[in-house]
């Protein structure tokens, strides 16, 4: 089961760039949590602040504590260990172009050095029907290159990567933007699906894809977070006069 | 705004200029294709006629005699090879990793890339004495090892670099998969990206391959050549292009007759080399990911 | 996803994505009762998962796997500096001998047999030892070679670069690619039964009647460059200093050509574009939008094509005569620093011998170093701005 994510006082730069300023939230477990924000507002800086990806860029920089359950990611983990058990989907597809479907699937266990032969074919079975594509490419897994998808399909496999470490908190940054509408739906159905399984945090641009998938919604801009509350309460009533610009469209 | 219509003699000149310009180019192009077109026309000329199987599986025979062939040079030159290999290819892939995955930006790696560049535009035979002094001298005698080293070490700075440009071509974004996945950061390098990229790491090992293939300078003091089968590593031993060398300069036409066969063998494995490199980095080393 | 601000409280059913049974309404609505999603049976979660789980939390954080193959990388980069060290080093003690008996008046000096007043450079038998010919060689052969090469290189790569149709581009640039992989040796061979019987039978005489002719003579006389003591003075051998500088003049071609239209192709559009917009013509285009701007990096890739003509070795041994003199005509015979190792390093009978052999070997090694850290140096101003293929 997923938990829950507490952030206190998160500052995060990339270099001089001061792109996050003092954010406080509390994500709820099991719930899809979502970010929306014009370009450039740090929510893909969040998200990637809460698996450590954020410091995989040598000149970025972050203070302040992120709670995943019962850990402080930067004070009790290597961000390793953080990254197995917090999932990662990316705004574009990102298969390992050498890898079959089957391998890339299992790809999470497999380079952590997992052998149970029987076990990962399971695994990747189950990953595959939760990311709603098992029964697109089950007839040749070992067969096709995970590149050979449509970008659609690669973006569920990606999710299928994801869910087969079995991870408690699923982010996902962007995870429709360079698909097509009917993939869109298909990855928004998805995770109204995975969400009673898993806390996911999912980034977007468009806000009619938070209204439709998200319990929560927090509203970013220039590096602060505006207005965090119900997705209801923010599309209808939001408190904050900077949202209710942003959801009607008067801005920027 | 007719203004064009009487060209004055002042555009005439600048047109004329212009012609000549380009008049004066494509002959230097062309004139720079002739000798390509000239040695390859003498190489399969003279070479094919002396290609048979003999020249694939006899050792040379001795002068006056015809016949014969550079089995021993082949097999030699193979054990050259293989000594290189085994020493510059990791070394090279270690170093290229290390500039595209770890040292970005960084002055070390800069000054490594450097040093490479500098260090692929030393001659060969100053590589051949530093062996001969480091290897050759401590022993008392040449080797085939010590011939093997000096091809190895002058394929590192090739390996380095082509392996660091082949993986600066891998996306990011499949590097962010690798570590969203909690995988240590040695396994997705290795897994990963190396992976990735190994078509266009393989054909720039391939290409440096070729390069010292046909390195004779540093071998005249450390493999120094041998008339006879030999394939161990403590002895002398033969390499096709130090016999390439040996005939060409000999005054006996048979000899010359293998110089041009060895040679043409020479020149099929290196442009197969050349044209697999071009293919695999014109087509993009990867399909798919973007 | 593109103009979805404006659209944000637009029902679903307008916004062409075929979801009949979605709207904001029915999600929200949703959201206040979230036990009403129902899951398919394979989509539970797993009770093994945990399995899964425990396993990776067991996996170590991998940090010492991770530093130590950091650094045996980092191990592999340093060993092209240890390359160099390892080099510099074994030259520098194996030549004590040679620098300790002639000192710096290895590399420069005229030395006359005090018996019979004649030039001895190289007398291995009399323990005599200098350099001189072996510089003069090298110089003169890589500038010959020079003046045939750049001409050429830089008029190919203009072609290549900015008049070539796109259709000849890629074969033409595999071509001197080509050019480049030919191993010395095969050139060398190339050049023994081709070249110098070529330049003996039909060039040289041309040049030869050209050069010592009466009237160059009467005209040019005094520059010293005509006659039977100019540059195409004494016998024609075929083999000799020009023969090396052509061949090597054939090496450093592809070299010289393809930095160069490195270099030209780094040269921003917009400079072309601003020449063209002057009512410039091509070519005008190309000596003041293209030329002007790329200059130190051709500079740097002639140097670069000198620094690999200096070093060359089996193909100028196979041809220039090896014969240790210095003499000012082109056609007579000469030696280079690298032939000179190459012909006697494995003859070498004597400590002394083998010692100044080896320092002729450092010098190389200390120039050419020089000569191509200047010339990446030179290509890298003009290249720098332009990124890599990198993605």
């Given at each position: 089961?997923?938990?829950?994510?507490e952030?206190?006082?998160?500052?995060?730069?990339?270099?001089?760039?001061?792109?996050?300023?003092?954010?406080?939230?509390?994500?709820?477990?099991?719930?899809?949590t979502?970010?929306i924000?014009?370009?450039?507002?740090?929510?893909?800086?969040?998200?990637?602040?809460?698996?450590r990806?954020?410091?995989?860029?040598p000149i970025?920089?972050?203070?302040?504590?992120?709670?995943?359950?019962?850990?402080?990611?930067?004070?009790?983990a290597?961000?390793?260990?953080?990254?197995?058990r917090?999932?990662?989907?990316?705004?574009?597809?990102?298969p390992?172009?050498?890898?079959?479907?089957?391998d890339n699937?299992?790809?999470?266990?497999?380079?952590?050095?997992y052998?149970?032969?029987?076990?990962?074919d399971?695994?990747?079975?189950?990953s595959?029907r939760?990311?709603?594509?098992?029964d697109?490419?089950k007839d040749?897994?070992?067969?096709?290159?995970?590149a050979s998808?449509?970008?659609?399909?690669?973006?569920?496999?990606?999710?299928?990567?994801?869910?087969?470490?079995?991870?408690?908190?699923?982010?996902?940054?962007?995870?429709?933007?360079?698909?097509?509408?009917?993939?869109?739906?298909?990855?928004?159905?998805?995770?109204?699906?995975?969400?009673?399984?898993?806390?996911?945090v999912?980034?977007?641009h468009n806000?009619q894809?938070?209204?439709?998938?998200a319990?929560?919604?927090?509203?970013f801009?220039?590096?602060?977070?505006?207005?965090?509350?119900?997705?209801?309460?923010?599309?209808?009533?939001?408190?904050?006069?900077?949202?209710?610009?942003y959801?009607?469209?008067?801005?920027? | 705004?007719?203004?064009?219509?009487k060209?004055?003699?002042?555009?005439k000149?600048?047109?004329?200029?212009?012609?000549?310009?380009?008049?004066l180019?494509?002959?230097?192009t062309?004139?720079?294709?002739?000798?390509?077109?000239?040695i390859?026309?003498?190489?399969?000329?003279?070479g094919?006629?002396?290609?048979?199987?003999?020249?694939?599986?006899?050792?040379?025979?001795?002068?006056g005699?015809t016949?014969?062939?550079m089995?021993?040079?082949?097999?030699?030159s193979?054990?050259?090879?293989?000594?290189?290999?085994?020493?510059?290819i990791?070394?090279?892939?270690?170093?290229?990793?290390?500039?595209?995955?770890?040292?970005?930006?960084?002055?070390?790696?800069?000054?490594?890339r450097f040093?490479?560049?500098?260090l692929?535009?030393?001659?060969s035979?100053?590589?051949?004495?530093?062996?001969?002094?480091?290897i050759?001298?401590?022993q008392?005698?040449?080797?085939?090892?010590?011939?093997g080293?000096?091809?190895?070490?002058?394929?590192?700075?090739?390996?380095?670099?082509?392996t660091?440009?082949?993986?600066?071509?891998v996306?990011?974004?499949v590097?962010?998969?690798?570590?969203?996945?909690?995988?240590?950061n040695?396994?997705?390098?290795?897994?990963?990206?190396?992976?990735t990229?190994?078509p266009?790491?393989?054909?720039?090992?391939?290409l440096?391959?070729?390069?010292?293939?046909g390195?004779t300078?540093?071998?005249?003091?450390?493999?120094?050549?041998?008339q006879f089968w030999?394939?161990?590593l403590n002895?002398?031993?033969?390499?096709?292009?130090?016999?390439?060398?040996?005939?060409?300069i000999?005054?006996?036409d048979?000899?010359?007759r293998?110089?041009?066969g060895?040679?043409?063998?020479l020149i099929?494995?290196?442009?197969?080399?050349?044209s697999?490199?071009?293919?695999?980095?014109?087509?993009?080393?990867?399909k798919?990911?973007s | 996803?593109?103009?979805?601000?404006?659209?944000?409280?637009?029902?679903?059913?307008?916004t062409?994505?075929?979801?009949?049974?979605?709207?904001?309404?029915?999600?929200t609505m949703?959201?206040a009762l979230?036990?009403?999603?129902?899951?398919?049976?394979?989509?539970?979660r797993?009770?093994?998962?945990?399995?899964?789980?425990?396993?990776?939390?067991s996996?170590?954080?991998?940090?010492?796997?991770?530093k130590?193959?950091?650094?045996?990388?980092?191990i592999?980069?340093?060993?092209?500096?240890?390359?160099?060290v390892?080099?510099?080093s074994?030259?520098?003690?194996?030549?004590?001998l040679?620098?300790h008996k002639?000192?710096?008046?290895f590399?420069y000096?005229?030395?006359?047999?005090?018996?019979t007043?004649?030039?001895?450079?190289?007398?291995?038998?009399?323990?005599?030892f200098?350099a001189?010919?072996?510089?003069?060689?090298?110089?003169?052969?890589s500038?010959?070679?020079?003046?045939?090469?750049?001409?050429?290189?830089?008029?190919s790569?203009?072609?290549?670069?900015?008049?070539?149709?796109?259709l000849?581009?890629?074969?033409?640039?595999?071509?001197?690619e080509?050019?480049?992989?030919?191993?010395?040796?095969?050139?060398?061979l190339?050049a023994?039964f081709v070249?110098?019987?070529l330049?003996?039978?039909?060039?040289?005489?041309v040049?030869?009647?050209?050069?010592?002719?009466?009237?160059?003579?009467?005209?040019?006389?005094?520059?010293?460059?005509?006659?039977?003591?100019?540059?195409?003075?004494?016998?024609?051998y075929?083999?000799?200093?020009?023969?090396?500088?052509?061949?090597?003049?054939?090496?450093?071609?592809?070299?010289?050509?393809?930095?160069?239209?490195?270099?030209m192709?780094?040269v921003p559009h917009?400079?072309?574009?601003?020449?063209?917009?002057?009512?410039?013509?091509?070519?005008?285009m190309?000596?003041m939008?293209?030329?002007?701007?790329?200059?130190?990096?051709?500079?740097?890739s002639?140097?670069?094509?000198?620094?690999r003509?200096?070093?060359?070795?089996?193909?100028?041994?196979?041809?220039?005569?090896?014969?240790?003199e210095i003499?000012?005509?082109?056609?007579?015979l000469?030696?280079?620093?690298?032939?000179?190792?190459a012909?006697?390093?494995?003859?070498?009978?004597d400590?002394?011998?083998?010692?100044?052999l080896?320092?002729i070997?450092?010098?190389?090694?200390v120039?050419?170093?020089?000569?191509n850290?200047?010339?990446?140096?030179?290509?890298?101003m003009?290249?720098?701005?332009?990124p890599?293929?990198v993605n």
């Amino acid at each position: 089961m997923g938990v829950g994510i507490e952030v206190t006082n998160l500052n995060a730069w990339y270099g001089t760039n001061h792109t996050l300023q003092d954010i406080q939230l509390h994500i709820p477990a099991n719930h899809a949590t979502a970010l929306i924000g014009p370009s450039g507002c740090g929510k893909s800086t969040f998200v990637r602040c809460l698996n450590r990806m954020h410091e995989t860029n040598p000149i970025a920089r972050v203070t302040g504590s992120v709670r995943i359950g019962d850990i402080d990611i930067y004070q009790d983990a290597s961000p390793v260990e953080i990254r197995r058990r917090v999932g990662m989907v990316f705004q574009r597809p990102n298969p390992f172009p050498t890898m079959s479907i089957y391998d890339n699937v299992a790809s999470g266990l497999k380079l952590n050095g997992y052998s149970n032969k029987k076990h990962l074919d399971e695994i990747v079975e189950r990953s595959l029907r939760n990311s709603a594509l098992w029964d697109e490419v089950k007839d040749d897994l070992k067969k096709k290159s995970g590149a050979s998808l449509s970008g659609g399909q690669q973006q569920r496999m990606c999710i299928a990567r994801a869910l087969a470490v079995d991870p408690e908190v699923l982010l996902m940054d962007e995870p429709a933007s360079a698909l097509d509408p009917v993939s869109t739906s298909k990855i928004e159905d998805l995770i109204f699906e995975l969400k009673s399984q898993y806390t996911i945090v999912i980034v977007t641009h468009n806000m009619q894809q938070a209204a439709r998938v998200a319990e929560k919604t927090g509203f970013f801009l220039n590096g602060r977070m505006v207005e965090f509350d119900s997705t209801h309460k923010i599309f209808t009533n939001p408190s904050d006069k900077r949202t209710e610009d942003y959801i009607t469209g008067r801005f920027g | 705004m007719k203004m064009a219509t009487k060209p004055n003699l002042h555009s005439k000149y600048r047109s004329a200029v212009d012609q000549l310009a380009t008049g004066l180019a494509v002959a230097a192009t062309l004139l720079v294709v002739a000798p390509l077109v000239a040695i390859f026309v003498y190489l399969i000329f003279k070479g094919a006629s002396s290609l048979n199987l003999a020249f694939f599986t006899h050792v040379p025979k001795p002068v006056g005699e015809t016949g014969g062939g550079m089995a021993n040079a082949i097999v030699g030159s193979a054990v050259l090879l293989g000594v290189a290999s085994v020493l510059g290819i990791p070394i090279g892939i270690g170093g290229g990793i290390y500039l595209a995955e770890y040292g970005r930006g960084t002055k070390f790696a800069n000054a490594v890339r450097f040093t490479a560049d500098v260090l692929n535009g030393v001659p060969s035979i100053v590589m051949g004495i530093a062996v001969y002094s480091l290897i050759v001298i401590p022993q008392h005698h040449f080797s085939a090892f010590s011939g093997g080293v000096a091809l190895g070490i002058m394929m590192i700075p090739t390996v380095t670099r082509t392996t660091e440009e082949m993986l600066l071509m891998v996306p990011n974004s499949v590097r962010e998969a690798a570590l969203g996945l909690g995988v240590p950061n040695w396994r997705s390098v290795l897994s990963i990206t190396l992976k990735t990229a190994s078509p266009g790491v393989i054909t720039g090992c391939m290409l440096a391959f070729a390069r010292v293939a046909g390195e004779t300078a540093p071998l005249i003091f450390t493999a120094f050549g041998n008339q006879f089968w030999s394939a161990s590593l403590n002895e002398p031993i033969a390499a096709l292009p130090l016999q390439i060398y040996v005939y060409a300069i000999s005054p006996y036409d048979e000899w010359h007759r293998l110089a041009w066969g060895g040679a043409l063998v020479l020149i099929i494995l290196i442009v197969l080399a050349v044209s697999l490199v071009r293919y695999v980095t014109s087509r993009g080393i990867l399909k798919g990911a973007s | 996803m593109p103009g979805s601000l404006k659209k944000v409280i637009v029902p679903l059913s307008e916004t062409n994505i075929p979801r009949p049974d979605v709207s904001i309404e029915m999600r929200t609505m949703e959201v206040a009762l979230p036990e009403e999603t129902t899951t398919s049976p394979e989509q539970t979660r797993p009770v093994e998962a945990s399995v899964v789980r425990k396993y990776l939390l067991s996996r170590g954080n991998s940090a010492i796997a991770d530093k130590s193959f950091k650094a045996l990388m980092a191990i592999c980069a340093a060993s092209i500096f240890g390359i160099v060290v390892l080099i510099a080093s074994e030259l520098v003690i194996s030549s004590q001998l040679s620098w300790h008996k002639f000192g710096l008046e290895f590399f420069y000096k005229l030395n006359v047999d005090p018996d019979t007043h004649l030039p001895t450079f190289w007398d291995p038998v009399a323990g005599t030892f200098y350099a001189l010919p072996f510089l003069y060689g090298t110089l003169v052969s890589s500038l010959v070679a020079l003046v045939i090469a750049v001409p050429l290189a830089v008029g190919s790569a203009i072609f290549l670069t900015e008049m070539c149709p796109k259709l000849l581009r890629g074969p033409l640039a595999f071509v001197t690619e080509l050019l480049a992989a030919i191993p010395s040796v095969v050139y060398g061979l190339w050049a023994v039964f081709v070249l110098v019987p070529l330049l003996r039978e039909h060039i040289n005489p041309v040049l030869m009647s050209i050069f010592n002719s009466e009237i160059a003579v009467k005209t040019l006389g005094w520059t010293g460059l005509v006659g039977e003591t100019g540059l195409f003075g004494g016998v024609n051998y075929g083999l000799g200093m020009l023969a090396a500088g052509v061949i090597l003049a054939v090496m450093i071609l592809p070299i010289i050509s393809s930095l160069t239209r490195e270099v030209m192709s780094a040269v921003p559009h917009s400079q072309r574009e601003a020449a063209l917009a002057l009512g410039a013509t091509r070519w005008e285009m190309i000596r003041m939008g293209v030329l002007r701007n790329a200059r130190i990096g051709i500079v740097g890739s002639i140097i670069l094509g000198l620094g690999r003509a200096l070093g060359e070795t089996m193909a100028v041994a196979m041809v220039i005569g090896n014969r240790p003199e210095i003499s000012k005509s082109l056609l007579s015979l000469g030696h280079s620093m690298s032939a000179v190792i190459a012909n006697e390093f494995s003859e070498a009978s004597d400590n002394l011998y083998l010692s100044a052999l080896i320092e002729i070997g450092l010098a190389l090694f200390v120039v050419t170093i020089i000569v191509n850290a200047l010339a990446r140096f030179l290509v890298w101003m003009v290249t720098r701005g332009v990124p890599a293929r990198v993605n």
